[in-house]
């Protein structure tokens, strides 16, 4: 059993910059992914960026490539997700996930759930 609890949402103007944290209660196992997705209202749960846990492999969205950056620290059974240039796109309820098996973008592979973290932008 893992709980995933996310912080670090937010206001912001756009152009700026939030830090999302995720952490972990239990034990997440190197062979795990873990991944951050957004939503907005009536829209699927979208991936943003996931890491794999023990080697640290990243992999990211096109559409936060060069603005987002996924990292971990192990010790802290942490995620984290840096979010720079935020823009009108971003706004959303953040999520961190994880998957026992192998990298995936489809929230259906996700085994457990954080609660959320809103991310607003102003223009």
């Known amino acids: 059993q893992v709980e995933l609890v996310e912080s670090g949402g937010g206001l912001v103007q756009a152009g700026g910059s939030l830090r999302l944290s995720c952490v972990a209660s239990?034990?997440?196992?190197?062979?795990?992914?873990m991944g951050w997705f957004r939503q907005v209202p009536g829209k699927e749960r979208e991936f943003v960026a996931g890491?794999?846990?023990?080697?640290?492999?990243?992999y990211y969205a096109d559409s936060v490539k060069g603005r987002f950056a996924v990292s971990r620290d192990k010790g802290e059974n942490t995620l984290y997700l840096q979010m720079n240039s935020l823009n009108i796109g971003d706004p959303a309820v953040y999520y961190c996930?994880?998957?026992?098996?192998?990298?995936?973008?489809?929230?259906?592979?996700?085994?457990?759930w954080g609660k959320g973290t809103q991310v607003t932008v102003s223009s």
């Open positions: 996930g994880v998957d026992w098996g192998s990298y995936s973008t489809m929230a259906s592979s996700y085994e457990y």
């Open positions: 239990g034990r997440i196992f190197s062979s795990s992914f």
């Open positions: 890491i794999r846990w023990g080697v640290g492999n990243t």
